[in-house]
C-alpha cells in the first residue's frame, strides 16, 4: 500500500511550522520530512522540537549530507532524537546540492564513496555505539540510542540511485514527472539486484513538488523559485531532455545562488516549471498519482510549495487520497 507523507520547510516561523505539522497530522498524514537547506532552520532542532510536542505523526529529515554535517555528528544528532521519539524518526542521507555546497566554499568531491561511508558510520554507530573507519578515525556513543532508524538515500543520478537501491532502507527520489520517476524506479533496481535484495524490502519514495490551484498562472508563480532550485542540482541526462540552453542554465545558476527570484521569473517557461513540479488543478496530481503508483512507489512525499493557498491545497490533496482510497487503486 502506498503511504502519503508531506514536506514542511523549516524557512518559516516555528509557529507556522508547528501549525503545518499538527494540521498534517490531523489530516490524517503518518509523517513528515522537514527538508534540511544551510539557508534555512536547522531540521535536527525544528524535529526535536516537533517530536517532543506533536505526537501523531513521525518526522524524517533529509536530506543531509556528510560535507555540511559530519556524518559522526549525524549519528549522535539521530540516536537523540531517538530518544525523544523512539521509532518515530527517519533519515535521509544524500551527496547535497553541488551549487549550494560550492556557495559556501565547499567541494563536493568524491560524493558516491562519501555517503556510502556516512551510512556505514551512521549504522555502526546507532546499532553498536562505536566504529574504527580507518586507524586514524574512529568514533562512540556513550549512551544507548533507542529504537530503530530508517535510514534513506536521497539520489537523483543513475549512480547515487544505484547506490540507494543498494545501501538503503528506503530511497527519496525528488522527481515529480512520470518518465523521470520510471527511469529512476529503473536504476534502483539496479541497485536492489546488485545487494541481492528484492525491491519489496526497501521503501520508495516519490518526492514530489506540487503546486495547485484553480488559476494556473498563480501556482506557476509560487512554484517557480522551487523549480529553479531543483533543476540547478538535475544531472545532465535529466537537463539534456528538458532542452535548456547551457547559458540560460548558466544564469539560472547564478540567480538561485543569489537567491534572485524575480529573474527566474523571467528565466523559467511554464513549459520547463510543469515538467519539474505538479502544477494546476488537483485532478492533475489525482492522474499523476495513478501514473506513479503503478510504476512502484510505495510512498509519496506532498511536497512544496503545496500551492499559494496551503490549507486548501493540503485539504484538495487529502482528498483525492480518500477517492483513490476508495477506489483502491494502491
Do not use: C
Amino acid at each position: 500500500m502506498t503511504v502519503f507523507t508531506v514536506e514542511v520547510v523549516p524557512k518559516d516561523p516555528l509557529w507556522k511550522i508547528d501549525l503545518l505539522t499538527y494540521i498534517n497530522g490531523d489530516l490524517g498524514f503518518p509523517g513528515v520530512w522537514l527538508s534540511e537547506h544551510p539557508h534555512n532552520r536547522s531540521s535536527f532542532i525544528i524535529a526535536s522540537h516537533l517530536l517532543k510536542n506533536i505526537d501523531r505523526v513521525w518526522i524524517g529529515l533529509g536530506v543531509v549530507n556528510p560535507y555540511t554535517v559530519n556524518p559522526f555528528v549525524i549519528a549522535q544528532l539521530s540516536a537523540s532524537l531517538l530518544e525523544i521519539a523512539p521509532g518515530r524518526v527517519r533519515l535521509a542521507i544524500g551527496a547535497g546540492d553541488k551549487t549550494v555546497l560550492e556557495s559556501l566554499g565547499i567541494e563536493r568531491v568524491k560524493p558516491l564513496e562519501k555517503v556510502r561511508e556516512a551510512a556505514t558510520i551512521i549504522r555502526k554507530l546507532l546499532t553498536e555505539k562505536r566504529i574504527t573507519l580507518r586507524d586514524n578515525i574512529h568514533g562512540r556513543l556513550d549512551f544507548n540510542p533507542r529504537g530503530n532508524l530508517l535510514l534513506y538515500v536521497g539520489a537523483q543520478g543513475p549512480r547515487m540511485l544505484q547506490l540507494s537501491g543498494e545501501i538503503g532502507d528506503g530511497v527519496l527520489v525528488n522527481y515529480s514527472a512520470v518518465e523521470d520517476l520510471r527511469w529512476a524506479y529503473g536504476e534502483v533496481m539496479k541497485g536492489v539486484e546488485k545487494a541481492g535484495k528484492r525491491i519489496e524490502e526497501i521503501d520508495l519514495a516519490a518526492y514530489l513538488t506540487i503546486s495547485l490551484d484553480v488559476d494556473l498562472r498563480r501556482a506557476v508563480k509560487t512554484v517557480t523559485p522551487y523549480a529553479a532550485y531543483i533543476l540547478s542540482g538535475l544531472p545532465e541526462k535529466i537537463i539534456d531532455s528538458i532542452d535548456i540552453e547551457e547559458d540560460k542554465m548558466v544564469k539560472i545558476r547564478e540567480a538561485v545562488q543569489r537567491a534572485d527570484w524575480l529573474k527566474l521569473y523571467d528565466l523559467l517557461d511554464v513549459e520547463v516549471v510543469e515538467r519539474l513540479a505538479i502544477v494546476g488543478h488537483p485532478k492533475v496530481l489525482e492522474e499523476r498519482i495513478r501514473e506513479i503508483v503503478e510504476i512502484g512507489y510505495t510512498q509519496i512525499v506532498v511536497g512544496a510549495p503545496t500551492g499559494p493557498r496551503t490549507l486548501w491545497a493540503l485539504k484538495e490533496i487529502k482528498k483525492i487520497i480518500n477517492d483513490l482510497n476508495n477506489n483502491r487503486i494502491y
